[in-house]
């Protein structure tokens, strides 16, 4: 049975930085206060003229180009995101008419943040069963659409981007995907979320009024669940892989916020050093910040065949999982 490898990645986020300072002149904030309890120091806001399907070609072109395929060799596009450039047609297939990966089937997984690692672990359950040779997955989210900017409570935390992973299948035993576990708990789903605009309150002027198309969060209950979960999906998914928090060689994982990251590592036993860490320049990009680690490890040359990555990621829902790769 073949299992998945990753082939490349790459990823890409919009120009335009969001500074703390600027937030100061929007809200009633101040960059301390930001830092020390999230550790974001500033985040990129797509152009107008991007839609997130714009930012996912693009970190998707670096992953083909990382790998050197070509992008009609691509069997399957899964786009992590909750922030499509429509409620349909997929995110995905706009991506594949951008790549040309006319190939390719494509489809989008709605797990909020912890879309790339369902995303990664459905592509890999296509390659183990044969049907699918290399499978692009993305993730992507143009937040700052779907933020409240007069809420300083949330508009903090988010920020624009994309990363890509390319997968593909290979024979070799005990290299790529080695195990992975993926875990929802509906009883949360009222802490945070997107509440308005879908079938439960359709959009209507007063709910654009209301602000109900934003994003709204019960922040300390989402941080305490977070710090909770996270350490025992990836423990439990080492185990299934026959391994422990001290065969970890790199932690990448969903960047929601500074505090959450080192508490879930302290918890799991597994030193800091070991995480690469983005939140200060990106914020939290949801899907999109998982394979952006991986992206930026890898390109600065952290990973080396054979080491251990344990990733995590947690969103809304709650929806949350972990995996384990062998590089
Ligand atoms: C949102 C979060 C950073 C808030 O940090 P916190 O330490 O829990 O802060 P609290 O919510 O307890 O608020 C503390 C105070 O800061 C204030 N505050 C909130 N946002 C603020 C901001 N941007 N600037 C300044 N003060 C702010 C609050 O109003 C509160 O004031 P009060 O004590 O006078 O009522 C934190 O709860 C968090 O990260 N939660 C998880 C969010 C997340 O990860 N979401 C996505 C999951 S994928």
Redesign the pocket.
């Known amino acids: 049975m073949p299992n998945s490898i990753v082939l490349g990645t790459g990823s890409y986020a919009p120009e335009r930085i969001l500074t703390n300072a600027d937030l100061e002149r929007l809200?009633?904030?101040?960059s301390d206060?930001?830092i020390s309890?999230?550790g974001i120091r500033e985040r990129r806001v797509a152009a107008d003229h991007e839609a997130t399907s714009d930012l996912a070609a693009a970190a998707a072109r670096k992953a083909l180009d990382c790998a050197g395929v070509a992008p009609e060799d691509v069997d399957m596009i899964v786009v992590g995101t909750v922030t499509g450039d429509t409620p349909t047609p997929s995110c995905a297939a706009f991506v594949q008419e951008l790549l040309g990966a006319r190939n390719a089937f494509c489809f989008d997984v709605a797990a909020?943040?912890a879309g790339s690692i369902y995303g990664l672990t459905i592509a890999d359950q296509f390659i183990r069963s044969g049907m699918v040779r290399r499978a692009l997955v993305i993730g992507a989210e143009t937040l700052s659409r779907f933020v409240d900017w007069t809420n300083?409570?949330t508009c903090?935390?988010f920020g624009d981007a994309a990363g890509a992973i390319l997968l593909g299948a290979t024979e070799e035993e005990g290299h790529g995907l080695l195990a992975a576990t993926l875990r929802t708990d509906g009883s949360m789903t009222g802490i945070?979320g997107i509440f308005g605009g879908g079938s439960r309150r359709p959009a209507s002027s007063e709910m654009l009024l209301d602000n109900g198309n934003k994003i709204r969060?019960r922040?300390?209950e989402?941080?305490k669940v977070?710090t909770r979960l996270l350490p025992d999906v990836v423990a439990e998914t080492l185990a299934k892989a026959g391994l422990s928090p001290d065969d970890v060689d790199h932690v990448i994982c969903?960047q929601?916020?500074q505090?959450?990251i080192e508490s879930a590592l302290e918890n799991l036993g597994v030193p800091r050093e070991k995480c690469w860490i983005n939140i200060d320049r990106y914020g939290?990009t949801?899907s999109a910040s998982m394979p952006i680690s991986l992206d930026e490890a890898s390109r600065a040359g952290r990973l080396k065949r054979g080491d251990v990555i344990a990733m995590m990621a947690?969103?809304?829902g709650m929806t949350w999982g972990g995996a384990v790769l062998r590089w």
């Open positions: 809200v009633a904030t101040n206060w930001i309890r999230t909020a943040c300083r409570e903090v935390l945070l969060m922040g300390r989402v941080y977070a969903h929601a916020n505090r959450i939290n949801s947690i969103g809304a």
